[in-house]
């Protein structure tokens, strides 16, 4: 199954569920970063919830979630835009800890405590920022409250990541149910004794089931209609042109020290993991088109 996510409404429009599957897209990162299992875990479920909270924006908005903590992690961060294209890195790839005493990735620990911070850029003057302390650094749960907290918007959460022992991401995916106002008591107490008996993200992916399939299970028989399907990849707007305006801003003399030192300049692009390496004519072009642009003419 390709990854993709979906965004389903009620008729009355008091009940919204987002569900996503990002194996694909979670095990892309995880070649890219070369990720340690808890550090996969936990980059994917930032991907996950980023993609999830990309289904409600606009074409041309963007979404950042920033799970920082104490733990040796040291961070992770994941962005989202309206079509489906997650990229994302944490900070320390190596983190691998002992399960937890059920058996699962201690994401948590490799979190630790801190602040969950969620950016929205909707294409107005400032982005708007929301922030709320970590409640178990899963992750899930920290989205649960910042959901609550920032938006007052009841959410139920679920993101699960499974790594085979081999290292690969074997199911990835996320579920999102919130309850808009004008909701019914009962369909409110309905939805959360439901969620309780939701088996988990990953038990529904690996066994194969849809994004539809999940908002299902989650909504059971509260009926909703899909309202929006999109792609999920991993996918990095990062280019040499970008990469060569980021080196012109450092300067001719500091990018030949550089390339002296080193022989080459290479440069990790921190979101994908993509290598860009420049050589003697390439600082020429790069130190030549920054002269240019400033109304000089290029040293030849
Ligand atoms: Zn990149």
Redesign the pocket.
């Known amino acids: 199954m390709q990854d993709y996510w979906i965004r389903s409404v009620t008729d009355d429009g008091t009940v919204r569920a987002m569900a996503a599957v990002t194996t694909r897209t979670v095990e892309l990162a995880r070649q890219r970063h070369a990720t340690a299992p808890t550090a996969t875990a936990a980059l994917g479920r930032t991907l996950t919830a980023a993609g999830l909270l990309g289904t409600v924006l606009k074409a041309g908005q963007t979404v950042m979630v920033r799970v920082l903590g104490d733990g040796p992690l040291g961070g992770a961060l994941a962005m989202s835009d309206s079509n489906g294209a997650v990229?994302g890195y944490v900070a320390n790839p190596d983190v691998h800890l002992p399960l937890t005493p059920t058996g699962k990735l201690d994401v948590g620990g490799a979190v630790g405590r801190g602040t969950l911070h969620v950016t929205l850029d909707l294409g107005m003057r400032y982005p708007y920022h929301g922030s709320v302390p970590l409640v178990s650094g899963e992750i899930g749960e920290d989205l649960a409250s910042y959901l609550v907290t920032s938006h007052q918007i009841p959410s139920v959460v679920a993101l699960g990541v499974l790594v085979s022992p081999d290292e690969r991401v074997l199911a990835a995916g996320g579920l999102i149910v919130q309850v808009l106002p004008g909701a019914d008591g009962g369909v409110i107490d309905y939805l959360e004794e439901r969620a309780r008996v939701l088996p988990t993200v990953t038990t529904m992916v690996s066994s194969g089931r849809t994004p539809e399939e999940m908002v299902l299970a989650a909504l059971g028989e509260v009926r909703s209609q899909v309202v929006e399907r999109q792609p999920v990849r991993f996918r990095?707007?990062?280019t040499v042109e970008k990469v060569r305006g980021v080196l012109a801003s450092l300067g001719e003399d500091e990018l030949r020290d550089i390339l002296s030192e080193q022989g080459q300049i290479e440069v990790r692009?921190?979101?994908?993991?993509?290598r860009y390496t420049f050589g003697e004519d390439d600082v020429q072009k790069i130190s030549g088109g920054r002269h240019a642009t400033n109304g000089e003419r290029p040293a030849t």
Do not use: D, H, I, V
């Open positions: 990229r990095c707007g990062c692009c921190n979101f994908c993991g993509k």
